[in-house]
């Protein structure tokens, strides 16, 4: 295994304003950060993601790049692979809020199963 691979948000979005869930038109978006991830997961021991000459990113790009994350792995493999070393406080404040809001669809998708199996 690969010892890092490095993300840089900039470089492949070619904004410092990212959006948008689905690379529908082509163009760079949060599936493709998501893809990125997903696709050099099991290659490397941890996943550095740059956010140098990014402002902010709307949240449903936070959810699709990093969020979806969580569907496919658990929190604690998240904290332990995915490294946000230039991440200043507001990119942070919106990492956690993406996280959190993504957890709780996650939990109430499960609670939603939950119980409409006891019928």
């Known amino acids: 295994m690969e010892s890092e691979f490095r993300i840089d948000i900039f470089d492949i ?9 689905t690379n529908e038109d082509g163009s760079p978006a949060g599936n493709t950060i998501l893809n990125l991830i997903c696709d050099n997961w099991d290659k490397y021991e941890k996943i ?23 569907d496919i792995h658990s929190l604690d493999e998240f904290n ?12 942070v404040k919106a ?3 993406a996280i959190k809001l993504r957890l709780s669809i996650i939990k109430a998708a ?6 409409s199996e006891g019928f």
């Open 13 to 21: 979005m070619q904004t410092s304003t990212p959006s948008g869930r």
């Open 95 to 97: 990492l956690n809020g």
């Open 48 to 70: 550095n993601v740059s956010f140098e000459g990014i402002a902010q990113m709307t949240r449903p790009f936070l959810d699709e790049a990093f969020g979806k994350v969580l």
């Open 110 to 115: 499960k609670e939603r199963k939950s119980s």
């Open 80 to 91: 332990a692979k995915l490294y946000f070393p230039d991440a200043g406080d507001q990119i």
